[in-house]
């Protein structure tokens, strides 16, 4: 019996890697997808049968990439995991097209794209499903992350509109919403050591439950909406924020 497939975008580090990683432990066959060539070669060694696929998510021809990797490979993954995603400040009142367009295509834009071109690879039946990465920012957003909060928002709200949409197919649609996360998307490796453990402490300190979080935990609330672990859920929002955002 061939192995169960999961395509997961964003897979080369920080949450992406380490839901691969689960994964792979409960003998799936991940299908990695990132533009970080290096990042992603590594990770795919470390995961015997896995399948690497170089993409960057800013090209606006993403899902028929994707869609002729699968045809000419026959793979038919049984979920997809949407978790790639860029974070980026600005000022309250700035109005900068490019970063707009940019956080849009990444964040959200792309996830459509993707979603719609694998989705008929996918089978009608009730193992199937998506689970959309957004962020707590997409429900209750900050201005100095206005772009990335707005795309945030609407991946939540697409993910309700697929859950709906699907539902009669027997395919499931959820969304994680993290809060801070030590992973590579907050850029404190660009760092000095001394300004990164600054940094997360002052992290840590903002969290009612006194730390961030770590990419694994969050992996397990991606794993259990994607799995038959919550056979009964569709179009629901999991939040995974050690409290923040109360």
């Known amino acids: 019996m061939s192995q169960k497939q999961v395509l997961i975008t964003g897979a080369s580090s920080g949450i992406g890697l380490a839901t691969a990683q689960l994964f792979y432990q409960h003998g799936w066959q991940p299908l ?36 002729e990797h699968l045809r000419k490979q026959s793979l038919t993954p ?33 996830a459509v794209e993707l979603t719609n071109a694998v989705l008929p690879f996918l089978p009608n039946h009730q193992g199937a499903s998506i689970v ?3 962020s707590t920012l997409g429900l209750r957003p900050v201005a100095s992350a206005a772009a990335y ?18 539902a009669p197919r027997g395919v499931r649609a959820n969304v994680v919403c993290p809060g801070i996360v030590q ?17 997360w402490k002052k992290m840590d300190k903002a969290q009612p439950l006194a730390r961030v979080g770590q990419a694994p935990e969050i992996a397990n609330a991606i794993f259990f909406l994607a799995t038959n672990q919550s056979a009964w859920t569709t179009g629901s929002t999991l939040v995974v924020d050690g409290g923040i955002n109360l």
């Open 78 to 110: 049984l979920i997809i995991i949407n978790n790639a995603g860029i974070y980026a400040q600005h000022a309250a009142d700035e109005i900068n097209p490019s970063l707009w367009h940019e956080q849009f295509q990444i964040n959200f834009f792309s």
């Open 32 to 67: 990695l997808l990132s533009r970080a060539s290096n990042r992603l070669n590594e990770a795919q060694a470390t995961m015997k049968g896995s399948l690497a696929i170089g993409i960057d998510l800013h090209d606006s021809n993403v899902g028929e990439q994707v869609s």
């Open 149 to 166: 909060s707005a795309a945030k928002a609407a991946l939540i709200n697409w993910t309700q509109s697929l859950a709906l949409q699907l």
């Open 183 to 199: 992973t590579p998307i907050h850029r404190a490796e660009t760092q000095s050591i001394d300004e990164q453990s600054l940094f």
């Open 132 to 134: 959309n990465v957004s």
